[in-house]
């Protein structure tokens, strides 16, 4: 029978191969992102296809690739916005990186501590606060139960 500080050593070892398995697959899906922009911008997807009049869209669909065109079009916005510097920041979020893609005028790397360490509520307080809109510390919440608040974006329940 396990005892609880084994059970302890599994549940900590067992997590620490799945961060080590994320790390390594975001560090892939950056490494690919950088292929699919040099393929996009160049056309190369044609070539691969074997057609002149291929489309972006054929390429993605493939198996081998099946990636969406929402997801490349993200991926690429973030590649776009930060270049070899996205190396760096493996360990936030895509939903982060993008939120923070589309700021101006901002510190990044402050912006990429707080992806870093801001609970989900936390993060999008901060990002209406960044663009002065109303967040839940200064609502009323004028809303039904279960919904999200037409004045501040909070989802709350009655």
Not at 69 to 77: D, E, M, N, Q, Y
Not at 131 to 148: A, F, G, M, R, V
Request: charged share 40%; with cysteine; glycine share 4%.
């Amino acid at each position: 029978m396990e005892n609880k500080e084994q059970r302890g050593e599994e549940g900590f070892h067992l997590n620490k191969k799945i961060e080590q398995n994320e790390l390594a697959r975001r560090s892939l899906l950056i490494e690919n992102t950088k292929y699919l922009d040099k393929i996009l911008k160049k056309k190369l997807y044609k070539e691969i296809l074997g057609d002149d009049k291929a489309e972006w869209v054929a390429y993605l669909a493939q198996i081998e690739v099946f990636y969406t065109r929402a997801k490349v079009r993200k991926l690429l916005k973030i590649f776009e916005k930060f270049g070899d510097k996205i190396s760096e920041v493996i360990d936030i979020p895509i939903t982060r990186l993008l939120d923070i893609s589309q700021l101006n005028d901002v510190d990044f790397n402050e912006w990429f501590e707080k992806a870093r360490v801001l609970t989900s509520r936390d993060w999008r307080i901060e990002l209406r606060k960044l663009k002065n809109l109303p967040t839940s510390d200064d609502c009323e919440h004028k809303w039904q139960p279960y919904q999200i608040c037409k004045v501040c974006g909070e989802k709350m329940k009655a």
